[in-house]
């Protein structure tokens, strides 16, 4: 693309802003303008008029879920099949790292977070370090594939590398990055976050098996001949991955997919919850939880929406590919959303101001048919690193790493 049909493609969508300060660029800083312009999606800017009807919600019923006695009975079994899927080289394991550490107060990659007391503790390394502990148990490498994006690629393969992937097998190790979408103000105006660059954020969690594939990673999972995939967000540090008991039971019961949940520790709390939504599985979010939801009960007389996701899934490739052919759903985010003012300043804002655009995985779920939620302990594998402070804190992970003899 040229500058002509770069300027046709923004006057179409009402952005020649973007061009302000294009005379004033040197030629790579234009060529990387343009270059932007044509890899940029501009149609999600039209949405912002439209957000309320976006993606409305159908009838919301509760889900059985798969609970840790029932689990404990049958963990041998689980485990042995998911040991044999593991050692053949069916399972891998996809580490969504896009992020950066902004509400930890760093401006580097989420994942290279120090939470260590006394030592070194990066969040990548405890990932690792967990990841380690089956490919001991089942005397075989796992391929783990490492999402990043744009803000953070260069900073996050540095990091591995000079740490020595933390004693993972370099060769089972692949980085990609994740397709990137527009953000602009509350018109659908995109901002810009430098004068020769559109503001853009990754776009969501749910765009994470379209970017394997924009990378050729999907067929590099194929000719391994991977079959599953156990994906998981980067701040989590006490989460179990590729865990051969959870991979055993989705297997042994014929799902499509397997979602790893927790006991939520009150009705309100801010996390997604397993449901059915018009019969088919489906998260409903923290959210979207009316009063009716938190109330309503089971058969049991339990919580009916009482177990939260902790973004772990278990999917099936051949699955994933057909979902990747079909385009998700869009959902539109208010966030704070660095911009340049109009004396081409680069100011931070302490409120939101605009509109982030993402797919959830959450949509993922429901395009199946079936998928097991799996109860884990909680003290056991939900340490949620969100804020720097406070619930789901750095202050929180290292108490519960703590109370599992993790030594910081």
Sequence with gaps: MGYQEAYEKLEKYGQLHVLQYY???????????????????????SLCQKREELNPRGTITPIDVMRLDEIARRKEAFTACGLEAIKAGK????????????????DEPKGVYNIGLTRDVYIFQRLVENLLDVVRQADTWIPLYIMTS??????????FKARNYFG?????????????????????????????????????NGGWFLSMMKWGVADQIREA???????????????????????????SSGSAAGAKVVKKNAPDEKVGAMCLEDGRPSIVEYYEMTEE???AEDAQGEPAYNFGVILNYLFRVKDLEEIVAKKLPLHIVEKKIPYLNE??????????????????????????????????????????????????????AQALCRENHIPL
């Design 23 to 45: 005379e004033e660029l040197s030629e790579a800083e234009k060529a990387a303008l343009v270059e932007q312009i044509e890899n940029t999606d501009l149609d999600v800017l």
């Design 91 to 106: 399972v891998g394991a996809v580490l969504l790292a896009g992020g950066m550490g902004t509400r930890l107060g760093s």
């Design 150 to 159: 744009d803000k953070n690629h260069e900073a996050t393969t540095a990091f």
């Design 168 to 204: 993972y097998h370099p060769d089972y190790v692949t980085f990609f990055m994740q397709d990137m979408a527009p953000a602009s103000d509350y018109q659908g105006k995109v901002y810009l976050e430098a004068r020769n660059k559109m503001s853009t954020s990754p776009n969501g």
């Design 225 to 251: 001949g991977v079959e599953w995939l156990n994906v998981f967000a980067v701040d989590n540090v006490l989460q179990r991955i590729a865990d051969p008991c959870f991979v055993g039971a989705v297997i």
């Design 293 to 295: 939801l938190m109330k």
């Design 343 to 396: 004396k081409g300043e680069l100011v931070k804002p302490d409120q939101p101001n605009g509109y982030k655009f993402e797919q959830l995985v959450l949509d993922m779920i429901h395009e199946l048919d079936s998928c097991l939620p799996y109860e884990v302990v909680r003290n056991y594998e939900f340490a949620p690193i969100k804020n720097k402070t406070g619930v789901d804190s750095v202050e929180s």
